[in-house]
């Protein structure tokens, strides 16, 4: 657990501009905040080491120290604004695909009531299919189900009967060897559809640690009779405009709004929804044919959602403090420094000159694509060499190797295997911060990365007297060339890998039109990442055919769920 952590709500923040800052105290005693320019950020005594200009005249405060939660995990959100009409006989019914069926308690599909207790619940636990009533009594089926195996699973309440069924079946392919199973219990108090006020999907609620799911969900709804295996599938799977509602209270087409984080209800009430800490869509679905690689070619085979337990998009903390950049105030790289007893916190951010009005001849380009991509990177390199070199060496002492609570980077794997292909920068960072050592190295060099690696270019171009503007890779993608084209020289940072067309389209019309282009990196221009306006602050990258990576997105998903193309290395896109 980290004393105290932040975030800004951007990277970037331009003249009469405001930026909001977001903090969480574990302390008891209030903090101070002070602005600080970043020149070095490498302590590393044998380079320049820490240079940074004391600000606070310019802006100081202190506030009350505060807990603020993290709720890592996806799921979906229904809520019910009409009354349901009670059912002498309900389903809920899902196919699911999980990938940790043998952890704890994952929630399938939860009916809360008014005052937020759980009617049902479908859910697996230690491998098994259960179910919940009324929050109290639990049943469940002895056959296993098995991890990245397509399956039907159900619920079914028959008050004519006094019976509770639950049920899975495989579907979808290689399943030859598989069986269905069900189980019938009597019961004497059930819940009403009349009851249920909200439906959570792939957890129990929206508190922490609220029985997350592992793995696809496709098709879920609320059917009005008794499934079974041998029932007709209402769902037709192939094409949802065939598929029977007729019969339903509620069915959940996933191919619908994939691009999306709502939820599209087809049923007779469309209840639709929202998803939560964004969950990956564009998945192949139980019907998936392999006809088709692009999931916008054949939606209707893309109509599942992975949900993980450590999904993360925006922590949603309050906002602590603002500061809105001064018109004159120069542009360069600044931090609020955060101090409260022994302990601290960095929150960096960027100062971007108006477009068109540029304060000097050179400009550099901020790599905060690339930033988002890694922030988090847990890399394996903590233990007790590293800690005492950073002890020595004055570096930060925090690392996503320890503390994950803040979700991970996209080199980095899920919970439960699957590579992770979305990062947000709403959320604190470890690794994008002054001092911090990535690369555990017991000699000279400083093992650093990134961010407070990028500061050694800064540091030389005020050591040789060069004055500089800097831009954001989210400032470039919007403004295009016109934000580039006053300037002299553009000059990248060192290591500018991750791009959208937009940036590349922007760079290279600059060099093409008589600009000169500085490439002060290593492995630039090398992935392609998916961006939407109305996900501020989320990168997908889909790490398809080719390229060097820590893990290898499945076939048929090598497109973005976030914008339609094809992921993958720029080099695969002919650029």
Known sequence: MIPISGYADRWCVGHNQTIQFKVSSELDEPYSVRLVRITCADPNPIG???????????YS???????????????????VKDKLTHQEHFSVVANIWPTLPSAGRQSIICLKNSSGENLLELFLDSGHLGASLNSDAELSLSEVLHERIWYTVWCSVDYKTNKI?????????????LYPASKDFHFDQSPSLAEVQEIYIASSGSEIKANHYNGKIEHPGIINSVYSHDSLNIRDTSNSSKTNTENTTALWDFSLGISTQSIKDIGPLCMHGELINVPTRAMRGSNWSGKEMAWKHAPEEYGAIHFHEDDIYDCEWETDFEFQVPNDFRSAMYSMRIECQDEFE????????????????ICVIIPTFTYTVYNNQARGTAGPDYDALVKKMGNRRWTPDIINEFGLSTYNNHTDGSGICLSSRLRPSLTMRPRYMTIFRPYAVSGMRHLPADTHLLAWLEHLGHDYDVVSDEDIHEEGIEILR?????????????????????????????????????NGFYWKIGIRKDLPGMIEIRRAEGGIRTWAADAGEYYNALDGEYGGMWLRNGR
């Not at 009350?64 to 993290?70: A, D, H, I, M």
């Not at 069924?165 to 060897?177: A, E, K, T, Y």
């Not at 000059?491 to 490439?519: F, K, Q, V």
């Open 61 to 79: 405060d202190q506030f009350p120290s505060r807990k603020q939660p993290v709720k890592l995990g996806s799921y979906a959100r229904v809520e």
């Open 48 to 58: 320049p080491g820490i240079i940074e200009e004391d600000l606070s005249s310019v």
């Open 486 to 522: 006053p300037y002299s020289v553009v000059m990248t940072m060192s290591h500018p890998e991750y791009h959208t067309a937009n940036t590349l389209d922007a760079i290279y019309e600059y060099s093409r039109t008589g600009g000169r282009l500085m490439y002060m990196g290593g």
């Open 165 to 177: 069924v639950i049920g899975q079946s495989p579907c979808g392919p290689r399943h030859d060897d």
């Open 346 to 361: 960095d929150i960096p951010f960027y100062v971007r000159p108006k477009t068109g009005k540029p304060q000097s001849k």
